[in-house]
């Protein structure tokens, strides 16, 4: 699995949300490699940014049919 669809399953997982520090822990990465990451899922519209700094998370955007 490509790191994406393991953050986009972590989510899931959790609610709904992941935070910067999950995606790091999870995968083993860098700050800088996890936020690039979710800035890229955040890009395509499929995470959302809420809140800033340590409290920021990214939530999954909810697709309507």
Same mark, same amino acid.
């Given at each position: 699995?490509?790191?994406?669809?393991?953050?986009?399953?972590?989510? &899931?997982?959790?609610?709904?949300?992941?935070?910067?520090?999950?995606? &790091?822990?999870?995968?083993?990465?860098?700050?800088?490699?996890?936020?690039?990451?979710?800035?890229?899922?955040?890009?395509?519209?499929?995470?959302?940014?809420?809140?800033?700094?340590?409290?920021?998370?990214?939530?999954?955007? &909810?697709?309507?049919?």
């Amino acid at each position: 699995l490509k790191f994406e669809e393991l953050i986009i399953k972590l989510a &899931k997982h959790q609610g709904g949300y992941v935070t910067r520090d999950n995606v &790091k822990e999870l995968l083993n990465l860098s700050d800088n490699q996890a936020y690039r990451i979710l800035r890229k899922l955040a890009d395509r519209d499929q995470l959302y940014l809420i809140g800033k700094g340590r409290n920021a998370r990214y939530e999954l955007v &909810k697709k309507h049919d």
